[in-house]
């Protein structure tokens, strides 16, 4: 257990990125360095992690330490995968909280802005390369993309539909999905399922019994999140800011695009965005207490469920790695992914660049368009220099993240 402590502390320090840079670091300590994984035990693991809602680097770093030492292996890798990054971001948003407004940090945070839209637009080509290997699979990209910009769809019937449509669309071979081990009892499964989701809702069921409206429906939001989280971070991104910002007014857009660079430039998986949001919304309704109640809630909401998956299916990762089905329906959410990217950055550019947007309707159809007469020529400048160091000076992003921030500054200074 001490060795697993001193790995997996390193690895949670360490673990910047996104989770390409994690899963890289994790397959450098656990396969090639300690063994604890051979190379084949990692990628399926890795798939299986996919196939779960929730950011898969910090449930693989959950299995791993589950196959090293039980529950309680599991609960310390993925713990401490998230906290060194989860204590940064609170640091961050109580001072953004506080000193947000202040115009040299809104002259900062113009950079900012500008190459989180170049990051979106890389992340959307690596899921591009990776997702799109058939003409269905670009099909259902093409088609989820239309969905959440035209149609405006939910979130979660787009991944539904994506997945329907990516395990119909495989033929696997007769007899297949019957070619696995036997799994393991099942009954331990149920137990942790019921145990897992009393331990999730039982903070939703007191503050219902307490009255507490507004924690309770961060709760019931951040837990419906957590269900829905395929593809990773970028994915869920359009959804969470569609309700954040236009249905609950818990966040501005300039805020939400604000949570993501700082989420960008710390260590732990993406998601913790999320802890940001909850933090800015608690801050609005009732100050610093409140805050922090708040960005408590959402961390325990998101990650909890991590947890349930991990111990309640690890014992079937044989079993689930070898179903042809779901292993086509993982590739049409992936695909779907690819849509969802694409709406997402659609709609940070949008935001960013042009300070009025115009809606443009069409019977069923809306599409927001960009009003020409207010673009805004420096973030687009800024823009510019972040694709050029990003995509093909290929820089670290810590580093184009703080020069983009400087320029902003720098511009902003001189005018």
Do not use: N
């Not at 196959?67 to 001072?95: H, Q, Y």
Request: one cysteine or more; a positive charge.
């Amino acid at each position: 257990m001490r060795e697993l402590v001193a790995v997996f502390g390193r690895i949670g320090c360490l673990s910047f990125g996104g989770p390409a840079a994690q899963i890289a670091l994790m397959h450098r300590e656990l396969v090639v360095a300690r063994g604890w994984l051979d190379e084949s035990e990692f990628l399926r693991a890795l798939s299986f992690c996919m196939l779960l809602p929730g950011p898969e680097a910090m449930q693989l770093a959950t299995y791993a330490g589950w196959r090293r030492a039980g529950i309680a292996g599991g609960l310390v890798a993925g713990l401490l995968f998230v906290l060194p990054g989860a204590a940064v971001i609170m640091t961050l948003a109580a001072a953004y909280a506080r000193w947000g407004h202040v115009p040299a940090v809104q002259s900062l945070f113009l950079g900012v802005k500008a190459c989180i839209v170049v990051i979106v637009i890389e992340a959307l080509i690596r899921v591009w390369r990776r997702a799109l290997v058939t003409r269905t699979h670009a099909a259902i990209a093409g088609l989820s993309f239309l969905a959440l910009s035209l149609l405006s769809l939910p979130f979660p019937l787009v991944i539904v539909l994506a997945a329907l449509a990516g395990a119909l669309a495989s033929a696997p071979a007769p007899g297949a999905e019957r070619r696995r081990p036997a799994p393991t009892p099942r009954r331990a499964m149920i137990g942790t399922l019921a145990t897992g989701t009393t331990l999730w809702f039982l903070p939703p069921a007191l503050l219902w019994l307490a009255g507490e409206a507004f924690l309770l429906k961060v709760s019931l939001f951040f837990a419906k999140l957590a269900v829905v989280t395929f593809g990773g971070a970028y994915a869920v991104l359009a959804y969470m800011a569609q309700t954040v910002v236009q249905d609950f007014g818990w966040v501005t857009t300039g805020q939400m695009i604000d949570a993501l660079g700082l989420a960008e430039t710390t260590p732990g998986p993406l998601i913790l965005v999320t802890e940001f949001i909850a933090y800015l919304a608690g801050h609005g309704a009732g100050g610093p207490a409140l805050a922090l109640a708040a960005a408590l809630l959402s961390l325990w909401m998101t990650f909890v469920p991590c947890f349930m998956w991990i111990f309640a299916f690890a014992p079937f990762v044989e079993a689930l790695a070898a179903r042809p089905r779901l292993t086509a329906a993982l590739a049409g959410v992936t695909a779907a992914v690819v849509g969802v990217i694409a709406s997402l950055a659609l709609w940070f550019a949008a935001q960013v660049f042009f300070a009025g947007t115009l809606q443009a309707t069409i019977g069923p159809l809306s599409l927001m368009l960009p009003d020409p007469a207010t673009a805004d020529p420096v973030a687009g400048g800024i823009a510019i220099l972040a694709g050029y160091l990003l995509l093909v000076r290929h820089w670290q992003m810590p580093a184009v993240l703080a020069l983009s921030a400087a320029a902003g500054a720098g511009v902003l200074s001189l005018a």
